[in-house]
């Protein structure tokens, strides 16, 4: 079993889609283990994003992310990082394919509803970072 990170972005909340985008998850059998919501703080969106935070786009990153609450959650599951990721879809949800998350529902790559880990090893840090020790 493998274990990754999830965040459900403040244009998630601010339209009510946490239910129905954690209900994809759990009906592909993905497990939740942890879920919590939060506000990101511009110290948190630094140690999430570290190594964005030089680029051109990150101001405005920060600034998205601290805008409103955030659900971070622990998917478990058999290969739960490539799961996730293709069911999250491209950055970019305007290029997103239709049946994934971003395709079905997000508008652009500004505000793209969910963060997913990259890799098991970018799980563990961020998952460390929003649950400790797990």
């Known amino acids: 079993m493998e274990r990754t990170l999830i965040l459900l972005k403040p244009d998630t ?45 990150y101001p405005g990153l920060e600034t998205y992310i601290t805008s409103g609450p955030v659900v971070a959650a622990i998917l478990e599951g058999i290969e739960a990082v490539a799961i996730v990721r293709r069911m999250i879809g491209p950055t970019n949800g305007a290029e997103a394919p239709s049946g994934t998350i971003r395709g079905d529902f997000a508008l652009n790559s500004q505000r793209n509803l969910v963060h ?3 890799s098991t090893a970018a799980a563990e840090r ?5 649950f400790g020790n797990t």
């Open 13 to 57: 909340v601010e339209r009510q889609l946490i239910g129905t985008i954690l209900s994809r998850f759990e009906q592909k059998g993905l497990q939740i283990v942890a879920m919590r919501m939060l506000q990101f703080t511009q110290e948190l969106a630094r140690q999430h994003y570290a190594d964005h935070v030089d680029k051109p786009f």
């Open 116 to 118: 997913a880990s990259d």
């Open 126 to 130: 961020e998952m460390e970072i929003f």
